[in-house]
């Protein structure tokens, strides 16, 4: 069963129009993560909550954000999305930031038009 | 910043013989070290990691050492099967708390 649930695993949208990504967790772990990764490239690590604390990395562009209303919810919201954010964004979760094992859902394939 | 490479970037091997892939870091403080495998369409699925305090770890037919002196380890896979086809990365978790992953290698494994 699913533990990590990403929707849409497919999305499409128009060049500067805004999107959100979802990710659910049923691990009610403490850590969620959002990741980009390109074809034939390793993940790369946008943000993370570790619960209600948001932690953005320094060349996370601003156009960016995210969401956590809860433990087992968190969004990615792309503002103006432009051709370069063409990615698989992955969601992960870790019980706990330190030497934790971080799970990952199946990811959503965004396209940008 | 921690510096994760990874070697090869691709690798055949024929049905049942092992594969090698091996990743050096450069953070000493790093001390836990995941490897992912990462089917088409999927996102990365832990098989096995590794902690700082332990040399070896072994899973049925996959393995992992470490060599803290030299920053490197490696991941074995022994009596390889089709279905271990897929891109493997390695990724080391230094004193940020994030996980700086590997390029990631691309293993066939030809029946």
């Known amino acids: 069963d699913a533990m990590v649930i990403q929707n849409p695993r497919y999305q499409v949208t128009q060049f500067g129009k805004p999107v959100t990504l979802s990710c659910s967790q049923t691990?009610?772990?403490?850590?969620m993560y959002w990741y980009q990764q390109k074809s034939s490239q390793a993940p790369k690590l946008l943000f993370h909550?570790?619960?209600?604390?948001?932690?953005n990395e320094a060349d996370t562009p601003d156009n960016f954000q995210s969401r956590r209303p809860n433990t087992s919810f968190c969004f990615l919201d792309i503002r103006s999305p432009g051709l370069g954010d063409a990615a698989m964004y992955l969601c992960?979760?870790?019980?706990?930031?330190?030497?934790?094992?971080?799970?990952f859902g199946d990811g959503t394939r965004l396209s940008i038009l | 910043g921690e510096n994760v490479e990874q070697h090869p970037s691709t690798l055949s091997v024929q049905e049942g013989d092992s594969a090698v892939i091996k990743c050096t870091y450069s953070d000493s403080a790093s001390n836990y070290f995941p490897w992912y495998k990462q089917e088409l369409g999927k996102g990365p699925q832990l098989i096995i990691d590794i902690r700082s305090n332990v040399g070896e770890k072994k899973d049925q037919r996959i393995a992992v050492t470490l060599n803290k002196t030299a920053k490197h380890f490696s991941l074995h896979i022994t009596e390889t099967q089709p279905e271990d086809s897929a891109v493997y990365f390695c990724?080391?978790?230094?004193?940020?708390?994030?996980?700086?992953f590997g390029t990631g290698t691309r293993l066939t494994v030809i029946p």
């Open positions: 691990l009610n772990h403490n850590v």
């Open positions: 992960a979760t870790s019980r706990a930031k330190n030497n934790q094992p971080q799970h």
């Open positions: 990724a080391a978790k230094g004193g940020a708390n994030n996980l700086f």
């Open positions: 909550y570790y619960d209600k604390d948001f932690n």
